[in-house]
């Protein structure tokens, strides 16, 4: 009950507080979103732009509705109860306050799960431009403005790199040699765990991983937030091969075999389930 109470209160002073604090310091602000490999494209981009302007990325709970305010408040944690939330809206009050207005860049990756997170913030932070990768569902009059399709095909990494590097060299007139060296040198993609919708409305949660399996136990906790039948979908990893909780669910091979109404956990080597995840989202 007192949840919701208070969030209809903290939503309100968040937004208040964010259109301030934007208002104050009019940063740079490139939204990431869509179906595909966002933390990707959000991790390329971060490297590539940092050392050439202040830069921050959101890097906890992208698929949260509160991950956009505080990484435009410069809070790299979630808030854990109230009285941590009471500092930070503490806090962000006194940096608007006292803190001298400084131009800095923020990437912002906005899960495409929850599309009224997206309609909500977009015209609140007024992006610069909008990196979209795969599908999103909202309307054309929310996505007014700049957009940039990022596409990929077999090998991910490299044509991920190639389209960050383009945007980068031509916005900030570096040569695009330099900066694929910076990303080829500097970033290396770590295992995060996605949520999605497929092409049929289903909830995916998406484990894929191009090094290393997230934690077995990480998974199990989030699956069993979301009521409905689960299947796993695509290569399960040696590490979870004798995980009770694994062998307890059904395994399927292609998206043809789920069932609508199936959480689906998407499950396997990047590079090994990169037609899988076709099928499922586009």
Known sequence: MMKKILRPIGVLLSVIATKLVIYK??????????????????????TGIKGLKPTRRNL?????????????????SYPKNLINWIRVFSTTLLRILYLKSYNHTLILEINSINSKILEKWLPIISPTNIFVIGEISITN???????????????????????????VSSKYTVSKPEIINKLNSSFTPTSRIN???????????????YQFAPQIKSIEEIIEVFPGPKKIIGNVPKSWKNNEFVLSLPIINKFE??????????????????????????
């Open 25 to 46: 310091h009019k940063p740079t602000v490139y939204v990431v979103t869509g179906t595909g490999e966002t933390s990707l494209v959000r991790e390329s981009l971060y």
């Open 60 to 76: 906890e709970k992208p698929e949260a509705e509160f991950s956009v305010p505080l990484t435009i408040w410069g809070e790299f």
């Open 141 to 167: 009059q929310v996505l007014n403005k700049n957009i940039i399709n990022i596409n990929y095909n077999n090998d991910v990494l490299s044509d991920i790199t190639n389209q960050v590097a383009d945007f």
């Open 195 to 209: 949520f999605a919708k497929s092409k049929c409305g289903n909830i995916v949660i998406d484990a894929s991983y």
């Open 257 to 282: 075999d789920a069932n609508k109404e199936d959480i689906l956990l998407l499950v396997g080597n990047r590079k090994d389930v990169i037609n899988l995840r076709k099928d499922l989202f586009i």
